[in-house]
């Protein structure tokens, strides 16, 4: 499943449920103020622990170790690649 993380950093209670809900083969797309997250040390290590997804953000607002940078034309490819996608906005 393709994830859109879209809303801010303030909202740990979402990002909560947003990692109990990931899955083998899953991948997050930092997008809009998701990307706060990525600014979030303690929050990237939880979410690339995992180890079994993919993490990405659109832009190149901040590079972190282990997230790829994707263009909009590498999130349309990615959605067609996952038959479900759920978008994480508040």
């Not at 929050?43 to 972190?64: C, E, K, N, P, S």
Request: glycine share 6%; proline share 3%; charged share 15%.
């Amino acid at each position: 499943m393709l994830h859109l993380l879209g809303f801010p950093a303030d909202r740990t209670d979402l990002f909560s449920l947003l990692l109990s809900t990931l899955n083998d083969n899953d991948e997050v797309v930092l997008l809009d103020e998701g990307l706060q997250w990525a600014a979030d040390k303690t929050a990237m290590a939880a979410l690339l622990g995992l180890g079994r997804i993919a993490v990405h953000q659109l832009g190149d607002t901040l590079q972190v170790d282990g997230v790829n940078m994707v263009t909009a034309t590498d999130l349309v490819i990615l959605s067609e690649q996952h038959p479900a996608c759920s978008s994480w906005y508040p």
